[in-house]
């Protein structure tokens, strides 16, 4: 999203807004088993929609937006969605330029004190597990062993299938 303007107007953010309802629902339809802290994890990608189809922009003050609208953004992350924002469908502006200069000095104060200036996120190597746990964690199928749907059995477009089988 923060990487090319395109995907940073408002009409996008609507798109996107509409995809992450029908997330939410699937999340709050499946189990825990399935969904986990699927939504939880999708907080950064919420909140940037959620900037960027948000209503009079050019009236809200950097701490509504840091406390309140996008609290998990950084302010690099931030700047750089509000100075790509552009509203291809009611022409409406982005924040203040009081705002803008006012993530610029933040910015300027965090890069003196040696925080990351990336507004991407960072890769998390926290993760407690490696690709071969989760390949030796898997069972053998032998797909000798499986029936073929009546669907597929009996469609003759699938006949190369039966003659493996056998």
């Known amino acids: 999203l923060l990487l090319?303007?395109?995907?940073?107007?408002?009409?996008?953010g609507e798109y996107v807004k509409a995809g992450l309802a029908e997330l939410e629902q699937w999340c709050i339809y499946?189990?825990?088993?399935?969904?986990?802290?699927?939504?939880?994890?999708?907080?950064h990608i919420r909140q940037a929609v959620g900037f960027l189809v948000i209503h009079q922009k050019p009236k809200k003050t950097?701490?509504?937006?840091?406390?309140?609208?996008?609290?998990?953004?950084s302010i690099q992350q931030l700047y750089r969605i509000s100075t790509m924002y552009w509203d291809d469908k009611y022409g409406t502006h982005t924040v203040s330029s009081e705002v803008i200069s006012s993530m610029r000095i933040m910015m300027t104060e965090d890069s003196n004190n040696a925080v990351?200036?990336?507004?991407?996120?960072?890769?998390?190597s926290s993760i407690?597990?490696?690709v071969d746990d989760i390949s030796k964690s898997m069972t053998e199928i032998e797909v000798t062993d499986v029936d073929m749907p009546?669907?597929?059995r009996e469609n003759s477009?699938?006949?190369?299938?039966?003659?493996?089988k056998d």
């Open 116 to 124: 990351s200036s990336s507004f991407l996120l960072d890769d998390d």
């Open 128 to 130: 407690p597990f490696s």
């Open 150 to 152: 009546p669907l597929i």
């Open 62 to 73: 950097l701490k509504e937006i840091t406390n309140d609208l996008c609290p998990v953004l």
């Open 30 to 43: 499946a189990t825990e088993e399935y969904a986990g802290s699927s939504w939880e994890e999708l907080k």
């Open 4 to 12: 090319r303007r395109e995907c940073c107007s408002f009409s996008n």
């Open 157 to 164: 477009g699938f006949t190369f299938l039966h003659q493996r």
